[in-house]
């Protein structure tokens, strides 16, 4: 027996342990400590998405990250852990604006899509039979605009 | 204000040691809630000016105080003021929706975005029959309903209503074939119901320059906030 335990000991790692490094959620792994089952982390940020929470962990802090989805009710932690993601990411890509340079950028689309589609009504205005002087649908209906 | 704080602290440090005093250094707000000693150099000293303590406060509690001297460090000096508005709207946003946080406003102002996209591309294809109607002066006979038309362009009452549709309809002076042809390739399979967004867009809507203004970031989380 002592035989037996001795040549365990000389083999490789138990299965055990390669199991629950395998099992390990992408924070555990960037952060190189065991992944616990009941690790608030691990259903949101899957160890196939190492650079999602790289960029959380970056911005936030896995702390941070942990504290505010145990805050939160288990029917919510998805979306927050999405938003969350996605805030970090812009500030990685922009460290100086982060989202607030990605909602002026929006706010530029639509102000120019607004002017686009008043000028287009204009337009429409124009070409409408109602304000044509010889059109023979005047009277008939309201104006669409 | 925030610099000549920074650099009255450090004048007055200057004078002192100058007298042979020990120098009486005035923490700035993110030192004095950390309750340790400003450095000459904090770096938080000239971005969390004293009239807004509030600011820290909120920054701290979402980011950190690690991560964000880090983040700021890692700037030039000329643009942390802008990088520090930045963080304390996203912190306010956060804090304000816990879920969404500022990645809801995004969300939003990108569904306001589509929304509008999508009425300038039916407004297009209207404009686009009414040219061709101009230019060829047809009269077929309808052969598309008037529900067809209502789903693509929306339920909005009095714009686009039964009766402008069902006159023309019945006039048979513009191509409804055509009409529906061009609405549904301009639309595709995106039955959507359109509104009006320029009412909500403007009354939502801040100046051009959001993140270069430190006292707009303000106004805007404040008013969040409230």
Same mark, same amino acid.
């Given at each position: 027996?002592?035989?037996?335990?001795?040549?365990?000991?000389?083999?490789?790692?138990?299965?055990?342990?390669?199991?629950?490094?395998?099992?390990?959620?992408?924070?555990?792994?960037?952060?190189?400590?065991?992944?616990?089952? +009941?690790?608030?982390?691990?259903?949101?940020?899957? &160890?196939?998405?190492? #650079?999602?929470?790289?960029?959380? #962990?970056?911005?936030?802090?896995?702390?941070? =990250?942990?504290?505010?989805?145990?805050?939160?009710?288990?029917?919510?932690?998805?979306?927050?852990?999405?938003?969350?993601?996605?805030? &970090?990411?812009?500030? =990685?890509? +922009?460290?100086?604006?982060?989202?607030v340079g990605v909602i002026n950028l929006l706010q530029q689309h639509i102000y120019m899509n607004q002017r686009e589609l008043a000028r287009t009504r204009a337009h429409i &205005?124009?070409?409408?039979?109602?304000?044509?002087?010889?059109?023979?649908? &005047?009277?008939?209906?309201?104006s669409p605009i | 204000m925030a610099n000549e704080a920074a650099a009255n602290s450090a004048l007055a440090g200057g004078v002192a040691a100058a007298a042979g005093r020990p120098a009486i250094v005035h923490p700035?707000?993110?030192?004095?809630?950390?309750?340790? *000693?400003?450095?000459? *150099?904090?770096v938080f000293a000239p971005c969390f000016p004293p009239s807004q303590p509030n600011r820290f406060a909120?920054?701290?509690?979402?980011? *950190?105080?690690?991560?964000?001297?880090?983040?700021?460090?890692?700037?030039?000096?000329?643009?942390?003021?802008? $990088?520090?508005?930045?963080?304390?709207?996203?912190?306010?946003?956060?804090?304000?929706?816990?879920?969404?946080?500022? $990645?809801?406003?995004?969300?939003?102002?990108?569904?306001?975005?589509?929304?509008?996209?999508?009425?300038?591309?039916?407004?297009?294809?209207?404009?686009?029959?009414?040219?061709?109607s101009n230019r060829n002066d047809a009269n077929r006979v309808p052969q598309i309903t008037n529900q067809k038309f209502s789903k693509v362009c929306g339920g909005r009452g009095g714009g686009w209503g039964d009766g402008w549709y069902e006159a023309m309809r019945v006039e048979g002076c513009v191509s409804e074939a055509k009409i529906a042809e061009r609405l549904a390739a301009a639309t595709d399979a995106a039955v959507v119901s359109i509104r009006p967004v320029e009412d909500r867009i403007a009354a939502t809507m801040t100046a051009t320059a959001v993140a270069k203004s430190s006292n707009q970031i303000e106004d805007a989380a404040n008013n969040q906030i409230i």
């Open positions: 027996m002592s035989t037996s335990s001795h040549n365990s000991n000389n083999t490789s790692p138990s299965p055990i342990i390669n199991e629950s490094n395998q099992r390990r959620c992408a924070a555990c792994k960037y952060l190189r400590k065991r992944c616990s089952r +009941d690790c608030v982390l691990s259903p949101y940020f899957p &160890a196939s998405l190492p #650079h999602r929470f790289a960029c959380v #962990h970056k911005i936030f802090g896995a702390s941070n =990250v942990a504290r505010t989805l145990q805050q939160l009710p288990v029917h919510q932690r998805a979306q927050a852990a999405e938003a969350m993601s996605a805030e &970090a990411y812009w500030r =990685v890509q +922009d460290p100086v604006y982060g989202s &205005a124009i070409h409408s039979p109602t304000r044509g002087p010889c059109s023979p649908w &005047a009277g008939l209906w309201t | 700035c707000t993110a030192c004095r809630q950390l309750r340790r *000693g400003c450095r000459p *150099g904090c909120i920054v701290r509690r979402v980011y *950190g105080v690690g991560n964000v001297q880090r983040l700021l460090e890692e700037l030039p000096p000329e643009r942390r003021p802008a $990088a520090t508005d930045s963080l304390a709207y996203e912190a306010s946003m956060q804090l304000r929706d816990r879920v969404f946080g500022a $990645a809801g406003v995004v969300s939003l102002y990108e569904h306001r975005l589509h929304s509008l996209q999508l009425e300038l591309l039916c407004a297009r294809a209207e404009l686009s029959t009414y040219e061709c």
